[in-house]
């Protein structure tokens, strides 16, 4: 811990320890092979899955909507059933895992979800997408925005009192760079229904060919390092691409011009213990310079993905900074 920042410690409860050292070991006996392969079975069995619920859990009901099963494309929605608004916002979800695990059956991105729903009062719309390396890039990216489409043509899939013109993005890690393009797909392809007012971006996987202080200075810290981020990467870009393709470096040589976009108002979040920190805040900072409206809330003493482990102050600091952000832009 010793190349860590100079002026904070690391210091997680042990409820939180066990879980994300569990993970991360996991992460480094399945995934992150040399030779680019991938163990998903090994690793599905400790991505436990739960089921969608009709019958309110914690004043929260869900449901599946298949979208095309050849391609295992679907949803889950969260409706709040104690709420006195007969019109909530929408949030669309992007799950996180390194565009390589996970789902939005996986239990601990099931509870998210479900918080998101009770705590903001929010229909949240947590999207599936096939993963790398099986199904690299643009995979991810088309099975989000076909969801989005779907749900455009489709007002009926979704409960009467969602209020299709108050609609968020969302996500954490690869889950906010999906966010993101989706959010560059809606300015280039108009929806019809939809009308996306504001993203939630979620210490958001983005990168490049450049090493940065932060990755380079957090060393050893938990659930990501540079070797995990190369190894991803590589499993997820087209052959011959490298880490500034313009999905990875968003604000980099290659980046996508948004000056001119009609581009959502966005709240960032980061982690001081972060290696991906530095990334995050170049892509704050290039989205004030093209124009758009952002916000940038820090925790300096987090690791990547703290806001997953509900017994940390600091996640439920986060889902009423996002309430906040989400209510503010829903009275214009």
Not at 35 to 49: A, E, Q, S, V, Y
Not at 161 to 182: E, K, R, T, Y
Request: charged letters at 25%.
């Amino acid at each position: 811990m010793s190349k860590t920042n100079q002026t904070q410690k690391l210091n997680l409860p042990w409820k939180t320890r066990l879980p994300v050292s569990l993970i991360t070991y996991l992460s480094d006996a399945a995934a992150f092979r040399s030779n680019g392969t991938f163990n998903r079975r090994l690793l599905d069995i400790f991505d436990r899955k739960s089921r969608p619920n009709p019958d309110p859990v914690n004043d929260v009901k869900s449901v599946d909507v298949n979208v095309d099963p050849t391609r295992k494309l679907w949803f889950r929605i969260f409706v709040p059933t104690v709420t006195m608004s007969k019109s909530l916002p929408i949030i669309f979800f992007f799950h996180g895992g390194g565009f390589a695990f996970m789902s939005p059956a996986s239990v601990i991105y099931d509870a998210v979800c479900r918080r998101f729903s009770r705590k903001i009062y929010a229909i949240v719309v947590s999207i599936n997408y096939r993963l790398a390396p099986e199904n690299p890039y643009p995979a991810a990216y088309d099975d989000g925005f076909d969801v989005l489409k779907y749900i455009d043509q489709n007002r009926n899939v979704l409960p009467e009192i969602a209020n299709v013109s108050n609609c968020f993005l969302a996500g954490d890690s690869a889950g906010a760079n999906l966010a993101h393009q989706m959010a560059v797909r809606a300015c280039r392809e108009r929806l019809r229904e939809l009308k996306l007012v504001g993203l939630v971006s979620i210490q958001p996987f983005f990168g490049g060919v450049e090493r940065t202080e932060s990755e380079t200075r957090l060393v050893g810290v938990p659930i990501i390092s540079v070797d995990r981020t190369d190894w991803l990467w590589k499993a997820f870009l087209p052959e011959g691409s490298d880490r500034d393709h313009e999905v990875v470096n968003v604000s980099g040589p290659n980046a996508v011009d948004i000056s001119g976009m009609d581009y959502p108002d966005t709240l960032v979040f980061v982690g001081g213990f972060d290696p991906l920190l530095d990334w995050q805040r170049r892509y704050y900072e290039w989205l004030r310079k093209s124009g758009t409206k952002a916000q940038l809330i820090e925790y300096p003493t987090m690791i990547h993905a703290f806001y997953l482990f509900p017994e940390l102050t600091e996640s439920a600091q986060l889902i009423s900074q996002v309430k906040e952000f989400i209510t503010k832009r829903s009275s214009f």
